[in-house]
C-alpha cells in the first residue's frame, strides 16, 4: 500500500540554522501514525512543510504516490492535507461558522454560513463535540477551541489530518477524549499525524511511530513492540540521568504564606485560607488538579494578583502581599510562572533586552540615561551558553524565535542569575521534553540546595514527587492535606479526589 | 432663529459628506489591518486632481470626482508598497505619504496654474415635490448628487464587511493574519487592494471639498479635515454606521463655523475656528474614559505579517 503522506529528504533552514536535515516521514491511511521527539527536533518544521506552510529547501512531498509541489495552506488543503496547529489559527472575534467558512469559501456568504452551520452541528455529532456554530470563538474553552479546527480542517475534506501537539493544551480527560476521537477517525480511514513528545500517548494510541532527533529521522517503530526505554532512548540520544538529591538540613522560614484569600479577575474566589511556609533548602510542592486555585496563588505570590486578604510574609521586607512585583523581587524572589509569553517574556524583544530585565532597575547596567548595552550583551551570552539555552543565533533576536523548552531555559537563566533566596516555579516544565525538563528540575534541586526555598506548583504529579521534600495538597482554594518525603501516590492521589 | 437652524441644518450633509466619505476608506483599509494615516495627504490629491479635470477639460464635475478617486488610488500605492511590500513601520510611513502629497499637490497646483481659479462644480438639486415639504424639504432633499450617493455606499460597504466571502475574508486579515494565511488568503494581496480601494474613498473625499463645496483650488485646503477622519475612525470603533453618525456630527460643528458669523452673533473668530478640532478633542477622551480602548479595533492593525516566523 502507497503511502497517504511521504516526505523524502527534506532539507530546510531558517535564516542558516538548519532545522530539518534530510528527514523522512511516511504515514498510511487508516493509521494513527506518531511523530515524537524532543522540542526542536524539528517536528513541527517538517508537518508545516507537509501542509504547505514552508517551502523546503530540497526534498520530495509525496500524496498517495504523487510527488507534488505545494503552493501553499490552499493548496494542501485542495490535496485533502489539514493540519491542525499547537496556536490555533482561529479569527478570535469571529463565529465558529464564519470561522470555518473563511477555511472552507463558498461562494455567497449567507447560505454559506447556513451550509457550514449545517455541517458542523453533522460533523460534531459524529465526534461527540458539543459545538455551537453560532458562538463566538474567543467565549470557547481551548478544548473547544480545538475541537473547531478539527471540525474545520475535516470539513474541508482532509484524508490526512496533522495534530500539532494537540494534548500539550488539554487537561488529562480532555486529552483522552481527543486521543480516543483521533483513534475513531483513524479507523474510518483517515491518515492521522499526532505530533507529541509524550510517550504514554503514542504508547496508548498509535499504530506507527517516527522519531525525529536534530533534524533527522532516526526511527520508524511500531510502538506495541519497541519498549519505552527504547523509544525514549532514540528520542533523547542518550537517557539523561535523574539528578541526584542530597538530604540537607533545613534552615529557617524564607516564605510563609498565611490565610491567604484570592479572586478571579471576574471575582470567584480560587484561593481560600490558604496557610503554608517554606524553609531555606526545602521544596515545597504544591499538588492538585489544574483549575484549583493554582494559578491565582502562583500570581499572588509573584506579585501579578493582589490576594483579597492574608499575609505573604518573605524574610527582609516581611509581609509583601499588596506590594508591587519589584519589592520581591529585591527580596531575592525569583518567578518562574507557567504561562512564560505572558508573565515571564516580552516575545518582540530581544534576549538580551529580556535577561537583563530582572536587574536593570538596580543599576547593574549603569543609569537609566546611559545603559551599558555592551555589558548587557556580554551577560546574556554568558548565561545562555551556562543554561544551555540552544537555537539562538545572536542575543539581539526576538525572544519569541526561541522553541518553548529553550524560553523556559531563558527564563530560569535570567532568575537564577541573581542568586534567588525564595523561588517560585508553576508548572515549570509544561510542554517541554524529557531533556529540557531535567534541565529544569536539575535547576531547581541546586537553587535548593543552595540553601534557597522553592515553591513548586505543578498539575504534574511526578514531577511534584521526584522533587519535593514536603508535598501540601490544593483542592479547591484550600491546602486540604500536607505530606512529608518519601511520600505515598496513592495517598495523595486520594487527597485530591476525596476533597473535591 | 429658525432661517438660522434650517440654513445651518441644509449645510450639515455637504460638510458631513467629506468627513463620511474619508472615515469609510479608512475604515476599509484599516479592517484589512492596515494603519492608514494617509488620509490628509490622499485627499488633497483628490481635491487637486478634481479642480485640475475641470479647469483642463472643462465643467465634467463627476468626471472630475472619478478622476480624484484614481489620482489617490495610484498615489496610495506607494503606501501600500511601503507597508505591505517593505513592511515599514506603519505610522512613519502614513506620515511621510501625507508630507510627500502636502508637497506634490501644492507643487501641482502652482505649476499648472490652477491655483484659485473657481470652476462651476456641481450643484444642488432639488428633489420635487419632496423638496417642498416645509422645513424637511430643504434639508434633506435640496443637496447634491453626491450625497445621495453616501448612503447606498454606506450600505454596500456595511453588507460588503458583515454579509460578503470577500469581507469575511478582508476581516479576518486584519484580525489574524496568520489564520487567513492558513486559509490560503494572500495577506498582501489583500491589504493592498483594502488600502486602494479605501484610498479611492478619500480621493472622492477631497474631491468633494474642491468641486463640490469650495468649487476652487487652494493649496492645502484640506485643512486638517483628514486627521479628524482618523480620528473618526477610532470614534466609530471602525464600523460603518457609527462613522457615518460621526460625520454628522462634525459636519454639523464644521456648518456652525459660519453661520454664526453670519448670523451676528459676536464670538472671537480663532475660538470658533477651533471648534472641530475641540470636539475631536474631546471626542477621543470620551472614547478613551469609557476605558473600551481596543473593542472593535482589527486585531492585527498596525503589524506586518511574515510567514515564516516562528514562534
Redesign the interface.
Known amino acids: 500500500m502507497t503511502p497517504a503522506l511521504e516526505l523524502t529528504g527534506i532539507k530546510k533552514s ?1 535564516d542558516g540554522v538548519i532545522a530539518l536535515d534530510g528527514a523522512v516521514f511516511a504515514a498510511k491511511s487508516g493509521e494513527v501514525h506518531a511523530l515524537l521527539g524532543e522540542n526542536g527536533a524539528g517536528k513541527s518544521s517538517l508537518m508545516n512543510i507537509a501542509a504547505g ?2 517551502v523546503p529547501d530540497t526534498g520530495t512531498v509525496a500524496i498517495h504516490g504523487e510527488a507534488v509541489a505545494l503552493s ?4 494542501a ?1 485542495a490535496r485533502g492535507i489539514g493540519m491542525v ?1 499547537q ?1 490555533f ?6 463565529t465558529v461558522a ?2 470555518i ?3 472552507n ?6 447560505s ?1 454560513i447556513r451550509d457550514i452551520r449545517d455541517g458542523v452541528r453533522e460533523q460534531a455529532a459524529q465526534l461527540g463535540f458539543d459545538i455551537d456554530p453560532d458562538r463566538r470563538v474567543e467565549d470557547l474553552t481551548v478544548a473547544e477551541q480545538q475541537q473547531v479546527e478539527i471540525i474545520k480542517v475535516l470539513l474541508g475534506g482532509a484524508k490526512i489530518l496533522i495534530l500539532d501537539e494537540p494534548t500539550a493544551v488539554l487537561t488529562d480527560v480532555e486529552a483522552e477524549r481527543l486521543l480516543e476521537t483521533v483513534r475513531r477517525l483513524a479507523q474510518s480511514g483517515v491518515a492521522v499525524v499526532l505530533v507529541t513528545h509524550k510517550l504514554h500517548e503514542v504508547k496508548r494510541y498509535a499504530d506507527a511511530v517516527t522519531i525525529m532527533r536534530g533534524g533527522r529521522t532516526v526511527a520508524t517503530a511500531d510502538p506495541r513492540v519497541a519498549s519505552a526505554a527504547e523509544l525514549t532512548e532514540l528520542t533523547v540520544g542518550q537517557t539523561a540521568p535523574l539528578p541526584d538529591r542530597t538530604e540537607r538540613p533545613l534552615g529557617t522560614t524564607l516564605l510563609n504564606v498565611g490565610a491567604l484569600h484570592c479572586a478571579r479577575s471576574d471575582g470567584q474566589v480560587m484561593v481560600a485560607d490558604t496557610s503554608f511556609f517554606v524553609r531555606a533548602g526545602e521544596i515545597y510542592g504544591l499538588a492538585g488538579v489544574s483549575g484549583n486555585g493554582q494559578a491565582e496563588l502562583a500570581e499572588a505570590l509573584i506579585g501579578a494578583r493582589q490576594p483579597l486578604s492574608g499575609e505573604i510574609w518573605l524574610e527582609g521586607p516581611g509581609d509583601i502581599g499588596a506590594a508591587p512585583a519589584a519589592i520581591r523581587r529585591e527580596a531575592g524572589l525569583a518567578a518562574i510562572p507557567a504561562d512564560r509569553y505572558a508573565f515571564a517574556l516580552a ?1 518582540s524583544l530581544s534576549i538580551a533586552d529580556n535577561f537583563a530585565v530582572a536587574t536593570i532597575e538596580s543599576g547593574c547596567y549603569g543609569p537609566p540615561w546611559l545603559i551599558d548595552r555592551a555589558a548587557i550583551r556580554r551577560d546574556a551570552s554568558e548565561a545562555i551558553t551556562a543554561y544551555d539555552v540552544q537555537g539562538v543565533r545572536s542575543v539581539g533576536q526576538k525572544a ?2 526561541l ?1 518553548g523548552g529553550n524560553a523556559q531555559k531563558l527564563v530560569i537563566a535570567r532568575e537564577f542569575s541573581r542568586q534567588p533566596t525564595v523561588v517560585v516555579a508553576h508548572s515549570p516544565s509544561r510542554g517541554l521534553d524529557v531533556r529540557a525538563c531535567a534541565a529544569v528540575h536539575e535547576r531547581l534541586l541546586a537553587a535548593r540546595d543552595r540553601g534557597a526555598a522553592v515553591v513548586l506548583i505543578s498539575e504534574d504529579l511526578d514531577e511534584i514527587l521526584a522533587l519535593s521534600d514536603r508535598i501540601g495538597v490544593m483542592t479547591r482554594g484550600r491546602i486540604v492535606a500536607e505530606f512529608n518525603r518519601p511520600a505515598d501516590r496513592q495517598e495523595i492521589g486520594r487527597a485530591m479526589v476525596d476533597h473535591a | 432663529m429658525q432661517d438660522f437652524l434650517i440654513n445651518w441644518l441644509a449645510n450639515v450633509p455637504g460638510t458631513a459628506a467629506p468627513y463620511a466619505f474619508a472615515a469609510l476608506g479608512l475604515i476599509i483599509s484599516e479592517r484589512s489591518g492596515v494603519l492608514n494615516l494617509t488620509a490628509e495627504g490622499l485627499m488633497l490629491v483628490g481635491a487637486v486632481a478634481g479642480v485640475g479635470t475641470c479647469l483642463t477639460i472643462g465643467n465634467h464635475p463627476l468626471v472630475a470626482l472619478v478622476v480624484a478617486m484614481l489620482a489617490a488610488s495610484i498615489v496610495s500605492l506607494l503606501f501600500a508598497s511601503l507597508v505591505v511590500i517593505l513592511r515599514v513601520n506603519q505610522v512613519i510611513a502614513g506620515l511621510s505619504v501625507v508630507f510627500f502629497c502636502q508637497g506634490l499637490t501644492g507643487l501641482i497646483g502652482t505649476l499648472a496654474n490652477w491655483q484659485n481659479h473657481p470652476i462651476a462644480g456641481l450643484n444642488k438639486i432639488a428633489i420635487w415635490p419632496l423638496s417642498d415639504i416645509p422645513v424637511i424639504g430643504r434639508i434633506l432633499f435640496v443637496q447634491d448628487p453626491i450625497v445621495y450617493l453616501a448612503i447606498p455606499i454606506f450600505f454596500a460597504v456595511s453588507i460588503f464587511l458583515r ?3 470577500l ?3 478582508l ?2 486579515v486584519g ?2 493574519p ?8 494572500s495577506v498582501s494581496l489583500y491589504r493592498i487592494g483594502a488600502i486602494v480601494v479605501g484610498s479611492s474613498l478619500l480621493g472622492l473625499a477631497g474631491g468633494y471639498i474642491s468641486v463640490v463645496s469650495v468649487k476652487l483650488w487652494i493649496t492645502g485646503m484640506v485643512g486638517g479635515r483628514g486627521w479628524i477622519a482618523v480620528a473618526l475612525v477610532v470614534f466609530a470603533r471602525w464600523a460603518p454606521w457609527p462613522a457615518l453618525a460621526g460625520a454628522l456630527l462634525f459636519g454639523c460643528i464644521e456648518g456652525v463655523v459660519p453661520r454664526i458669523a453670519a448670523a451676528g452673533i459676536r464670538a472671537p473668530q480663532y475660538l470658533v475656528l477651533m471648534t472641530p478640532y475641540l470636539a475631536t478633542l474631546a471626542v477621543m477622551i470620551w472614547v478613551g474614559a469609557r476605558n473600551r480602548g481596543h473593542q472593535g479595533e482589527p ?1 492585527a492593525l498596525g503589524q506586518p505579517h511574515v ?5
Open positions: 531558517f506552510f514552508y501553499g495552506p490552499a493548496d488543503r496547529h496556536h489559527k482561529l479569527v478570535k472575534p469571529f464564519e470561522n467558512l473563511l477555511a469559501p463558498r461562494r455567497h456568504f449567507r454559506g516575545g519569541a524565535l522553541s | 454579509g460578503s466571502m469581507g469575511l475574508k476581516r479576518a484580525e489574524n496568520a489564520a487567513a494565511d492558513a486559509a490560503g488568503l486585531g510567514r515564516e516566523e516562528r514562534r
